[in-house]
């Protein structure tokens, strides 16, 4: 198992954790490149069927970022997507897919560090788990 | 689209050091829909763009793929570059391969293999991207400044010249702010108030300024060019029309001599009814309603001794909040700062000793308008000090507690010493703890070089502990020049505090939706390029609610962020993000989960003619962050720029290579 390399999406909000995201590449942070980002405008613009789409398609993690409580650029965008991870991880569950697959965290624009942090962490405890076992059905 | 044309940027060595961008560029162009695929040295050059519209022309291109740096930095110049080729402005995607490529991943290889699946990722999104129409909207030629202090008023005041209404809103019963509080300015010495008086007349006398004084901001809604602000207006208790400012009331209060006076930083006493300083604006007595006998328990002696005296039949005990409404283009935000507690520092004694002051509370002894008269004398027992001692850094530069620098204690401790030896004489001996003497500033290393001329002892170390002894008042410090410690016997210890957000910015941070940095100050766009902007378009800071700064760099800031907003202000109108919401209403069933979720009000629901509802985007309100989208069962509800498909595409990219 050493050898997998895990295949992580990232769903970042354009205004704390894509700038987040950012600031660990000006400060030039290093962290694994499993991790592939996509920009939406909010955490809350991302669809549960986006996390599912991932995984069917093999990605063994996704990471929804967003906005600390009370920072959302569009006031509440960043709850509605953390009650949807809520719930979809429930679903997950039924359908016998890990739901720690799936993570949600606030992260700042100001918070570089935490971004590669969380990269770090997200990659080592996705290697724990295994290979998404969806994974080449396509 | 399906002539799609990939430009792989090197940024010099910035992405082609860690990123093969030829092989990015062969992979790129064996792509489905891609016609061409170029690199350039920087992309953003003239050089650059031109490559970008020529190919554009030569190939009949209709999508295009950048793949450089953050779209941060550069999307909007590609937008530009791509619409002065002809084409719609929206068929563009940044495929980001430095800030979170080449940057991040120092492995040639992964960051290769990164960087071409994220050029994929932008072309699958491109061949499904629209072209996307800019609306006009129009810009409400009027200001809102938060903070009265130096940097908000020379924020009204460039903006009034400007010829744009302001509403400047303070939350303390007069604007002057921190300065106000300054008995001398350095490296200049200037009396604070004599520079600073005169621009607060201007800001009272100024036909486009109105202002808003012992009022708060509660609400703010809206976007760039269009915000709509509530500020309350806490009663004063005292007409304000009628109120003359003469001060008969202050004098006859049956509290005066009994309140900790916060604009003596509470080393003097007010009363309840009170003016805050002499050259107060707006010249207005305030009754402070926790403090009031009459207002807290109904009865002020026989009857209350400031409505006897007021002449002008000013005191009204029946005023209640007022809440204002009003639009405006853009905000200037210049809340300022607070300075550290220093009881956060066990060791320092502050609170426990009451010969351990702050600079700020100094800086009121040594004001004639101070509550000694200017007479600097120690708190505790009134006699003029024999040794005054400094200590620098009391919090600042210090990991457990603030990690920054204030920028101006060094300075501020300099000005003290200076003004200490001109009130008390040669008699008295100074003592400076510092960690380095910053004087960076324009004229600030001569000063230095002044006062160490002045018989001022000066010890490089950390104060590790402030005693109270019988005699007085001893600090040790390890002096690192000399490599000695001394025990420094002194009367009154000054501690220059670091210099923290104030205390209410977390809240008005979510009023305004502006972001705050992990020091918790409010965050620029950019720490170079923007710094008067945040990320919330229309909205600029300046002053130290940004940020630790010396005055003439707030001044300096403020008129930055007066002219940053003036640009804005004089556009009749402007272009709209086009990224919002829109309902194809053949899918919508009219279930309202949209509206539910739009926390701008921005949907509502429509009767067709068959007696069906459908749901309908208010294009003006509608802020573009897709919550509503996400929640839409049917998927009638779409985003453009971020439609369904368009993100699909992307997410079955990324997700599915290993």
Redesign the interface.
């Given at each position: 198992m050493s050898d997998f390399?895990p295949?992580i999406?990232a769903f970042l909000c354009n205004?704390?954790a894509?700038?987040g995201?950012?600031l660990?590449?000006?400060s030039?942070?290093?962290?694994?490149?499993n991790v592939?980002?996509?920009?939406?405008?909010?955490s809350?613009?991302?669809?549960?069927?986006?996390v599912l789409?991932?995984?069917?398609?093999?990605?063994d993690g996704v990471l929804i970022a967003g906005?600390h409580p009370?920072?959302?650029?569009?006031?509440?965008?960043n709850y509605?997507a953390n009650r949807?991870v809520i719930l979809l991880k429930e679903l997950l569950q039924q359908l016998n897919i890990n739901p720690r697959r799936v993570r949600f965290e606030y992260v700042?624009?100001?918070?570089g560090q935490k971004f590669?942090n969380v990269v770090k962490e997200f990659v080592e405890e996705i290697k724990e788990i295994g290979p998404n076992p969806l994974?080449g059905e396509? | 689209m399906d002539r799609i044309g990939v430009f792989v940027c090197h940024c010099g060595v910035n992405i082609a050091a860690t990123v093969d961008v030829d092989e990015v560029v062969d992979f790129a162009g064996k792509l489905d829909g891609v016609v061409v695929s170029k690199s350039y040295k920087y992309m953003c050059s003239d050089n650059g763009a031109n490559l970008i519209k020529e190919s554009i022309k030569k190939f009949k291109l209709d999508g295009v793929v950048v793949a450089s740096c953050?779209?941060?930095m550069h999307e909007h110049t590609f937008r530009r570059v791509v619409e002065e080729a002809g084409l719609n402005p929206f068929v563009l995607e940044i495929a980001?391969i430095?800030?979170?490529?080449s940057?991040?991943?120092?492995?040639r290889k992964?960051?290769t293999?990164?960087a071409k699946?994220?050029v994929k990722?932008a072309v699958a999104k491109v061949r499904l991207l629209e072209p996307l129409v800019r609306e006009k909207v129009k810009v409400t030629p009027k200001a809102l400044v938060v903070g009265g202090g130096i940097a908000g008023i020379q924020a009204s005041l460039d903006l009034s010249e400007k010829g744009f209404h302001v509403y400047l809103v303070e939350k303390e019963p007069s604007i002057g702010g921190r300065m106000a509080q300054l008995d001398k300015t350095f490296p200049t010495l200037d009396c604070a108030s004599c520079i600073l008086t005169p621009k607060m007349m201007d800001v009272k006398n100024h036909p486009n300024i109105e202002l808003f004084a012992y009022s708060e901001v509660v609400s703010v809604d809206g976007s760039i060019g269009n915000y709509r602000v509530k500020v309350v207006r806490k009663p004063r208790y005292v007409d304000f029309d009628k109120c003359t400012g003469c001060g008969d009331c202050v004098n006859v209060c049956r509290m005066k001599g009994k309140v900790p006076d916060e604009f003596n930083m509470n080393l003097g006493k007010r009363g309840a009814v009170y003016i805050p300083f002499p050259q107060a604006i707006p010249l207005k007595a305030t009754i402070d309603p926790e403090q009031c006998l009459f207002l807290r328990y109904g009865k002020c002696g026989r009857s209350p001794a400031c409505q006897d005296v007021c002449e002008a039949e000013a005191i009204d005990f029946t005023q209640k909040e007022e809440l204002v409404e009003f639009e405006v283009g853009v905000i200037v935000v210049a809340t300022g700062y607070d300075l550290l507690d220093p009881s956060a520092l066990y060791e320092y004694g502050y609170s426990r000793y009451k010969d351990v002051i702050t600079t700020l509370e100094l800086e009121r002894l040594i004001s004639s308008s101070g509550p000694t008269g200017g007479e600097i004398v120690c708190p505790s027992d009134q006699r003029k000090p024999g040794s005054v001692t400094f200590v620098l850094c009391v919090g600042s530069r210090d990991e457990t507690v603030c990690t920054w620098c204030c920028r101006v204690g060094c300075m501020t401790a300099l000005k003290q010493a200076y003004l200490l030896r001109e009130h008390l004489g040669d008699d008295v001996e100074i003592n400076i703890c510092y960690t380095d003497i910053r004087s960076f500033g324009k004229r600030y290393e001569e000063f230095y070089r002044r006062i160490r001329g002045v018989k001022t002892n000066f010890f490089r170390g950390r104060p590790s502990e402030v005693k109270e002894k019988k005699d007085g008042l001893t600090i040790d410090v390890f002096d690192t020049m000399t490599n000695k410690l001394f025990e420094i016997k002194t009367d009154l210890v000054v501690l220059v505090p670091a210099v923290v957000p104030r205390n209410d910015s977390?809240d008005l941070?979510?009023i305004l939706?502006v972001?705050?940095?992990?020091d918790g100050f409010f965050?620029e766009a950019h720490p170079k390029l923007k710094p008067m902007d945040t990320?919330?378009d229309g909205i600029f800071i300046a002053g130290c609610c940004q940020g630790p700064k010396d005055i003439q760099d707030s001044v300096a800031q403020a008129s930055g962020a007066a002219s940053r907003a003036a640009n804005i202000l004089s556009k009749e109108e402007l272009e709209a993000e086009p990224?919002i919401a829109f309902v194809d209403e053949d899918f919508c069933s009219g279930c309202a989960t949209c509206v539910s979720?739009c926390?701008?009000n921005a949907i509502e629901l429509m009767k067709k003619e068959d007696n069906k509802y459908v749901a309908r985007v208010v294009e003006a309100l509608c802020?573009?962050?897709?919550?509503c989208?996400?929640?839409c069962p049917s998927g009638a509800m779409q985003?453009k720029g971020?439609k369904?498909d368009q993100?699909?595409a992307?997410?079955?990219v990324?997700?599915?290579?290993?």
């Open positions: 390399e295949n999406v205004w704390c894509y700038a995201a950012d660990a590449g000006t030039r942070l290093i962290y694994p490149a592939k980002p996509i920009r939406v405008m909010c809350g613009r991302v669809d549960p069927v986006f789409e991932a995984l069917k398609k093999g990605a906005c009370g920072d959302c650029h569009y006031q509440s965008g509605k949807r700042s624009a100001s918070e590669a994974r396509q | 953050s779209p941060q980001n430095r800030e979170q490529c940057w991040v991943h120092p492995d992964e960051a293999e990164k699946l994220l990722g977390s941070g979510k939706h972001s705050r940095g992990a965050l990320f919330t990224l979720v926390s701008f802020k573009g962050c897709g919550s989208v996400a929640a985003q971020f369904d993100i699909l992307v997410v079955d990324l997700g599915g290579e290993a």
